[in-house]
């Protein structure tokens, strides 16, 4: 890949995962919101807690692990379809289950405007895997399309913790420079993954999640 078209594939990773993308992502909490009002995430540094083990051992350790097994089946229609029913089947609750559909099917929608995703908007897939196939049809590397989503779904969630009033934004921003770290670790290792080692141990994480769906009063779809 040219110079050239090196940064051109970073541009397009760059809009993708933009909150600016028309996917919606910013309605959804992932379970945070139920966290904030039991009483399990408060301040800061309790967001950067919460949000440190979904990276390194929660539902979004298993979206990067997907994510790379996606973008590494392009060119294999079963591989591709089987990681996408895994990833399907592998949402906790509902809600969890209509976020990555809805999310995955509004990505798929709004990437088929460049040419080389044009065929794509007819398949229905969880967010991490369209994310994976797009990134991977483009030639975007995989480590670095693992790092992108990961940041714009840290990125999404501390800018949910604010409108939940955990934090401020100055605090927000600290929480997003913590874990740049724990972001990159955690993208390099999820690019030499295989579905092997999905996993999660954020129980409480799950159950906040399941807990959502009956919530009285909601800002968020989950």
């Not at 895994?86 to 460049?114: I, K, N, P, V, Y």
């Amino acid at each position: 890949m040219s110079d050239d078209q090196e940064l051109g594939a970073l541009l397009r990773l760059m809009s993708w995962l933009s909150p600016a993308f028309p996917i919606g992502s910013f309605a959804y909490s992932g379970g945070l919101e139920c966290a904030v009002e039991d009483g399990l995430v408060s301040g800061s540094a309790g967001l950067g807690e919460w949000l440190s083990s979904l990276l390194t051992q929660g539902s979004l350790w298993n979206d990067a692990v997907l994510l790379a097994e996606a973008h590494r089946a392009i060119a294999d229609a079963g591989r591709l379809t089987q990681c996408a029913e895994l990833a399907e089947a592998l949402s906790g609750s509902r809600e969890r289950h209509q976020e990555t559909m809805l999310l995955g099917d509004a990505f798929l929608t709004t990437a088929s405007a460049w040419p080389q995703t044009a065929g794509v908007a007819d398949d229905k897939m969880a967010y991490p895997v369209a994310v994976g196939l797009v990134a991977g049809l483009h030639g975007v590397p995989c480590d670095k399309a693992v790092a992108a989503y990961l940041h714009a779904f840290i990125s999404q969630s501390i800018s949910a913790g604010i409108r939940l009033s955990v934090c401020g934004q100055k605090d927000g921003v600290s929480v997003l420079a913590a874990l740049e770290q724990t972001i990159v670790a955690t993208a390099e290792r999820a690019a030499r993954s295989t579905l092997d080692d999905l996993g999660s141990a954020t129980l409480q994480a799950d159950i906040s999640a399941l807990r959502h769906e009956t919530q009285t009063v909601k800002l968020f779809r989950s």
